[in-house]
């Protein structure tokens, strides 16, 4: 990946993380991601499950977090586009 790229998708990561850390702020419901960790700590520390079912459970949890991340960045990314495409039909900018 060249410079820029990274730079973009670094300050791109940045500025969501802000996002989200405002939001758990205004948001307090905003707990999901440490129940998430809870559930996972949970699954870990269980002794009834069988391995292959612990690691199944733990790879479906790691899945469901990284389809969320690119949920987010997608909708952060249109988030953008559409506020330029907002301030052009205005006239703001062009």
Do not use: F
């Not at 996002?19 to 999901?32: F, I, M």
């Not at 990284?66 to 949920?71: C, G, H, L, N």
């Amino acid at each position: 990946m060249d410079e820029r790229k990274q730079i973009a998708e670094d300050t791109l990561d940045q500025l969501i993380e802000q996002a989200l850390r405002e939001l758990d702020r205004v948001e307090p419901d905003g707990l999901a991601e440490e129940r998430m960790s809870d559930i996972s700590d949970e699954i870990r520390r269980d002794l009834r499950l069988e391995e292959t079912q612990r690691t199944l459970m733990l790879d479906y949890i790691t899945q469901l977090n990284r389809v969320a991340q690119k949920q987010r960045r997608c909708l952060y990314i249109q988030g953008a586009k559409d506020c330029v495409q907002l301030l052009r039909g205005l006239g703001v900018i062009k």
